[in-house]
């Protein structure tokens, strides 16, 4: 990685965490999603960074995947279980980071705290001599100590240039990564889970959040205005994650053509990301960058 990068790195970094620290001020009882995520996403750009993803506000039994819609009623209430997952970029260069929040109870206090001991034991071992399924053992063992279960199917991942998911995964369990290690300079998002459920996750309804999937099949759209919608949101968005809110407000009522566009699947609609068994979830996530003798964080 050469000094411009880690350089841009670490500004996205600092974005991002002031991001997170300010959003964790407005999860309040009563607050709505809509205007928690966008005055989160409005206080990165005024800080000068693009929008990795939209903002991700994930209760309860939700690991992951949620972002609010346009006008989204969704508030939230005293003794929600908040994931909040916020990302920001400068020049294409990622920080990716969360943090859960229970909203005036306490009935979670260890289960908050076993995701949190996990990403800051794994981030003490990892260097580029640790086999990705030491790193996982060390979560999964960190989560189990506390007598919670790791959320074996959602991993930690790379992040490149404008690409949130590079193919790197960070498992947390053992099981996964074989000896796999990480090289210098490598910048991975670690985001340990954990549950008092099943240990998994299931897929749910739409989270709407989109990414551009196949721009190649955008060729054979026959409809001019579903053509139209989707090179505007390729020029807008390029490789990185959208939420529908955002364009209800750069292309108002195009909704029919952007569900055209998800049944085409030249854009991919996430879907929420639900525990199996209904458990309550926990995370905690941080971007480092591995160094051979240690890594570093940037969030």
């Known amino acids: 990685m050469d000094d411009s990068a880690y350089e841009k790195y670490k ?18 009882p009563g607050a709505r999603l809509f205007d928690i995520a966008t005055m989160i996403e409005k206080k990165i750009t005024k800080n000068g960074a693009g929008l990795a993803f ?36 400068f020049d294409g260069y990622i920080a990716d980071t969360a943090v859960t929040v229970e909203l005036e109870t306490h009935l979670y206090d260890v289960m908050i705290h076993a995701s949190d ?9 990892l260097t580029t001599h640790l086999p990705l399924s030491e790193a996982g053992k060390t979560i999964q063992n960190t989560i189990t100590s506390f007598g919670y279960k790791p959320i074996e199917n959602l991993m930690g991942h790379g992040v490149d240039r404008y690409e949130l998911h590079s193919g790197i995964s960070i498992p947390n369990v053992g099981n996964l990564g074989g ?42 759209i026959r409809d001019n205005k579903t053509k139209v919608l989707f090179e505007k949101i390729h020029t807008h968005f390029g490789t990185l994650p959208f939420a529908q809110r955002w364009c209800h407000e750069l292309f108002p009522n195009d909704d029919v053509a952007m569900k055209k566009l998800s049944v085409l699947g030249v854009i991919q609609h996430y879907p929420q990301l639900l525990e199996a068994k209904g ?9 480092v960058i591995v160094r051979e003798d240690g890594c570093e964080v940037i969030t």
């Open 11 to 28: 500004r996205a970094g600092k974005i991002a965490a002031d991001a997170r620290n300010y959003g964790v001020t407005l999860l309040k």
């Open 117 to 125: 001991e996990a990403l800051k034991k794994v981030i003490d071992v």
């Open 54 to 89: 939209p903002v991700n506000i994930a209760l309860n039994t939700l690991a992951a995947h949620y972002s609010p819609w346009y006008e989204d009623p969704l508030s939230l209430k005293k003794g929600d279980v908040v994931k909040l997952d916020v990302g920001a970029h």
């Open 279 to 287: 458990g309550i979830v926990t995370q905690k996530e941080h971007t």
């Open 179 to 220: 000896k796999t290690t990480l090289h210098d300079g490598d910048v991975v998002a670690i985001e340990p889970f954990a549950t008092n459920g099943a240990g998994h996750v299931i897929a749910g309804q739409g989270s709407n959040i989109y990414i551009c999937k196949d721009s190649i099949k955008a060729k054979f």
